[in-house]
T-cell receptor, first 115, second 114 residues
């Protein structure tokens, strides 16, 4: 069974540009969550999608957005990039959306560097 | 509000020694607790989870954790450290009312000395 796949693994962008990151969850998983990891702030929750609907959102500016497709694949978009957006972006998938004891499986992440 | 505190951003042990990584949580309702491990430039891998079935939880790679409600703790232990255990460890809490959002501790970097 394939794991969570994130593409691309590495990305370099210039300030002011926008970027789209992709996440393919484990087959059969309908919940996809995104996290930002930085040395200063640690792991911060961005948002969660379940069955194409955003169900939960963290405290990030509107420049951060996402969506989920009918096949559960998810994309995350960051517009007007800032230097502070440089981070490892992690995607996690879960089997169901209702059970809090269900573990989240993480992808290897996309390392975004903004210059 | 839910939160997780990991005591000690860095822990150093000798190979073969006991590993103890501390995690305390704050939650007004019974939480679900998780420990994850992260190797350099990798994602997070689940070590174990507490879901109220048993207070002592065994995970992969010889790790285990004990849920102590009275102490609001979920410390991670391993009897004998191996060089391959060197990594960063994260404690996380999830509460049903917040959907699938995981709240992570700041992480503890484990160093294993030969």
């Amino acid at each position: 069974k394939a794991g969570v796949t994130q593409t691309p693994r590495y990305l370099i962008k210039t300030r002011g540009q926008q970027v789209t990151l992709s996440c393919s969850p484990i087959s059969g998983h309908r919940s996809v969550s995104w996290y930002q990891q930085t040395p200063g702030q640690g792991l911060q929750f961005l948002f969660e999608y379940f069955s194409e609907t955003q169900r939960n959102k963290g405290n990030f500016p509107g420049r951060f957005s996402g969506r989920q497709f009918s096949n559960s694949r998810s994309e995350m978009n960051v517009s007007t990039l800032e230097l502070g957006d440089s981070a490892l972006y992690l995607c996690a998938s879960s089997a169901t959306g209702a059970l809090s004891n269900t573990e989240a499986f993480f992808g290897q992440g996309t390392r975004l560097t903004v210059v | 509000a839910q939160s997780v505190t990991q005591l000690g951003s860095h822990v150093s042990v000798s190979e073969g020694a006991l590993v103890l990584l501390r995690c305390n949580y704050s939650s007004s309702v019974p939480p679900y607790l998780f420990w994850y491990v992260q190797y350099p430039n990798q994602g997070l891998q689940l070590l174990l989870k507490y879901t109220s079935a048993a207070t002592l939880v065994k995970g992969i790679n010889g790790f285990e954790a004990e849920f102590k409600k009275s102490e609001t703790s979920f410390h991670l232990t391993k009897p004998s450290a191996h060089m391959s255990d060197a990594a960063e460890y994260f404690c996380a809490v999830r509460i049903m009312e917040y959907g699938n959002k995981l709240v992570f501790g700041a992480g503890t970097i484990l160093r294993v000395k030969s």
